[in-house]
């Protein structure tokens, strides 16, 4: 399969690489600045999509929907599930009942020491192309579920990065990606930029296809509708959201966060 793979730093790397080619159809689709079918991007034309791109990912109410719904308790959930060793010993945080009972020396519970240190990165990547028949609810419900993962890891000493994949593959032929960071290791993440990134449809409808319609040598994928965003794990991440269809997984909060705990099962040896 022939692979064609670009990468930016940030949103606004990525804005920055489209706004030179506004108005230019080219020899290949536009449906990036299509204005047929508003819907499909929310209402959102290219411009718009453009500027809150140029903006980090101007969107407050998508951030205001994705924390509208308190997802604390599965943050600890998730934290509990990926907690540090406990190891026994004469001093702690806890009683380990048992111990004290019969009259042990060693009946506190506290951190492993080793447990405790520094932990590596966590690279995570989801695929924000999603089938037409996936809402923007779907998406805000999968971006919640996401987001509750990564303060899961960070709350026990990892740091994560967080990047977005807009994916065109095409008969298993030819494949085109473009990563696109939405959160830097170390940086905490922005509601209204991450938002913009993970749930709404003009991110990958007006400026994934851009970026695709202008690529030198994978442009062609446009010239007939744009593929399916469906993939192998990219290398070098650890987690790896796929493709959405039908909106399967991230029909209510709920099951979007069972979805997500599933997908990092089964992708690492971690407990989740």
């Known amino acids: 399969m022939e692979l064609y793979a670009e990468r930016f730093d940030s949103i606004t790397a ?150 977005a994949f807009v994916v065109s593959n095409r008969k298993g032929r030819m494949l085109y990606t473009a990563e696109i960071v939405l959160k830097q290791a170390g940086i905490p993440w922005d509601a209204s930029s991450v938002a913009f990134g993970l749930a709404h449809p003009a991110f990958s409808r007006r400026l994934g296809f851009k970026a695709l319609e202008i690529h030198p040598d994978a442009g062609w994928l446009s010239d007939d509708g744009y593929g399916h965003g469906k993939m192998e794990k990219p290398e070098g991440f650890d987690i790896y959201f796929e493709y959405v269809i039908d909106g399967r997984g991230f029909r209510s909060p709920d099951e979007a966060i069972a979805t997500v705990k599933r997908t990092i099962k089964s992708q690492t040896d971690t407990q989740l």
């Open 14 to 163: 990525f804005a920055a690489h489209l706004a030179p080619h506004t108005g230019r159809g080219g020899k290949h689709g536009n449906e990036s600045e299509d204005t047929k079918h508003p819907s499909w991007a929310l209402g959102v034309d290219w411009s718009q999509a453009l500027t809150m791109a140029q903006r980090g990912g101007d969107w407050p109410e998508g951030a205001a929907e994705l924390q509208s719904i308190d997802m604390t308790a599965a943050t600890k959930d998730m934290a509990s599930m990926i907690a540090p060793e406990m190891v026994n010993d004469v001093v702690g945080g806890a009683i380990d009942v048992p111990e004290y009972l019969i009259g042990a020396p060693e009946c506190f519970l506290r951190m492993d020491e080793e447990a405790e240190q520094p932990r590596s990165m966590i690279r995570l990547a989801a695929c924000i192309d999603a089938s037409g028949s996936t809402s923007g609810y779907h998406m805000l419900n999968r971006g919640r579920a996401i987001l509750a993962a990564v303060d899961a890891y960070e709350l026990q000493g990892y740091t994560v990065e967080l990047t």
